[in-house]
């Protein structure tokens, strides 16, 4: 055994984002449709934690997980500021979410999987961009030939938007703590990546 396979790699620090990135990209998965807790990256250790359970019938409707190497932070926020014509959202201090789209059943999450984004959702949560990128399994026989999320069917966007919109909402609240701002396609998915990993040699530097 070498030192490398003796220690479980960090899912943030120690995993590539792949050479082709951002066209595909190594995503860490962290939850999946079946499950009815959210499963969450715990960033000090790099094991999965509890976060929360589910405390409605709502399921993830995709693959679940973030970007490995990648920090939401001014560079990425800078496009909500864009879109919205403002200048105080910033990102939300974490790796970069991602939703990964497959016909198969995969059934537990802490994996890893290649994915080509096709696009994202722009989302603010408490006023910080927590965009989701959206992605395709590769060479999945439904949706690997994808390539924009114009090709998607509408009902798999609208599934996508309302699961990110309604997940973080306390039972007996009015107040909607997830809104969304606009979708976009694969060109602006992969600028979203390519800044927020600008963003996370940045927090690296200045650890």
């Known amino acids: ?14 995993i590539d984002l792949g050479e082709k990135a951002p066209d595909e990209v190594t ?27 589910q405390k409605f019938s709502n399921i993830v409707p995709s693959l679940y997980g973030f970007l490995p190497r990648t920090y939401c932070n001014t560079r990425m926020a800078e496009m909500t500021n ?8 910033e990102g939300d201090g974490d790796p970069l979410d991602i939703c990964v789209l497959t016909e198969k059943d ?11 984004p096709i696009g994202g ?11 989701k990128i959206i992605a395709v399994l590769r060479d999945d026989a439904v949706y690997g030939n ?33 809104v969304f701002v606009n979708l976009y396609g694969a060109a602006e ?8 990993q600008e963003d996370y040699e940045e927090y690296i530097r200045n650890l």
């Open 82 to 89: 864009q879109v919205l014509a403002r200048y105080d959202i």
């Open 146 to 178: 994808y390539t924009d999320i114009d090709q998607l069917p509408k009902d798999i966007i609208r599934r996508l938007i309302h699961y990110f919109t309604t997940y973080k909402d306390i039972p007996g609240e009015n107040t909607r703590r997830m």
């Open 27 to 53: 995503a860490f998965i962290e939850i999946v449709p079946t499950d009815t807790v959210k499963y969450e990256v715990d960033k000090k250790s790099g094991y999965l934690s509890l976060d929360r359970p």
């Open 1 to 14: 055994m070498t030192p490398e396979t003796m220690h479980r790699a960090h899912p943030w620090h120690g």
């Open 121 to 131: 959702l722009r989302l603010l949560d408490h006023n910080q961009a927590d965009d």
């Open 106 to 116: 995969v059934t537990h999450g802490d994996i890893i999987v290649r994915a080509h």
């Open 189 to 196: 998915a992969k600028e979203i990546i390519r800044r927020s």
